[in-house]
T-cell receptor
Framework: NAGVTQTPKFRILKIGQSMTLQCTQDMNHNYMYWYRQDPGMGLKLIYYSVGAGITDKGEVPNGYNVSRSTTEDFPLRLELAAPSQTSVYFC??????????????FGDGTRLSIL | AQKVTQAQTEISVVEKEDVTLDCVYETRDTTYYLFWYKQPPSGELVFLIRRNSFDEQNEISGRYSWNFQKSTSSFNFTITASQVVDSAVYFCALRESGNTGKLIFGQGTTLQVKP
């Protein structure tokens, strides 16, 4: 089972460049999330989506944009890369339903460096 | 505000020692959910356990056990007879109230198990 797939795994960008981090899941999960992890820190939520066509800001959304045109895909876009966006990015998904204790399933992460 | 605190930044033990990772949370919700994730050196996030606020039973899974105490707002994780393969960063997380499923992560505890 593929689960949550993120591409690319590594990327180096120059300041001011733009790029899209791809995330796709094959578990038919409605809920999807983007987190960033800075060294020695926990994960912080950038954006999330509760279903196709619905997105909302998390704790640290500045400098990012997302879209959710399908249930499977939740790409994260950096428009003008800045050194402060150097981080490891994780995409996650979870199912809905009556039990809200369903765990989030994470992709393997994208390590992004802005130079 | 909801918050998760993992006061232990780094712990180093010798193989076969027992080790406890502390997690203290803050929430005003009466119903909430707690999670532990493991991040090995390879970088992925692995789900370990979830706990509902209304279920205070402790749980044991092999060498792993979890102690949930609502009275002290703690959800501690113990590894018995630690092994080198347990070396990782461990995150405690709280599921935010509402229907978004967002997780609030602690800063993480880096566990190093030496042979």
């Amino acid at each position: 089972n593929a689960g949550v797939t993120q591409t690319p795994k590594f990327r180096i960008l120059k300041i001011g460049q733009s790029m899209t981090l791809q995330c796709t899941q094959d578990m038919n999960h409605n809920y999807m999330y983007w987190y960033r992890q800075d060294p020695g820190m926990g994960l912080k939520l950038i954006y999330y989506s509760v279903g196709a066509g619905i997105t909302d800001k998390g704790e640290v959304p500045n400098g990012y944009n997302v879209s959710r045109s399908t249930t499977e895909d939740f790409p994260l876009r950096l428009e003008l890369a800045a050194p402060s966006q150097t981080s490891v990015y994780f995409c996650a998904s979870s199912s809905t339903g009556g039990a809200r204790n369903q765990p989030q399933h994470f992709g393997d992460g994208t390590r992004l460096s802005i130079l | 505000a909801q918050k998760v605190t993992q006061a232990q930044t780094e712990i180093s033990v010798v193989e076969k020692e027992d080790v406890t990772l502390d997690c203290v949370y803050e929430t005003r919700d009466t119903t909430y959910y707690l999670f532990w994730y493991k991040q090995p050196p390879s970088g992925e996030l692995v789900f370990l356990i979830r706990r509902n606020s209304f279920d205070e039973q402790n749980e044991i899974s092999g060498r792993y056990s979890w102690n949930f105490q609502k009275s002290t707002s703690s959800f501690n994780f113990t590894i018995t007879a630690s092994q080198v393969v347990d070396s990782a960063v461990y995150f405690c997380a709280l599921r935010e109230s509402g229907n978004t499923g967002k997780l609030i992560f602690g800063q993480g505890t880096t566990l190093q198990v030496k042979p």
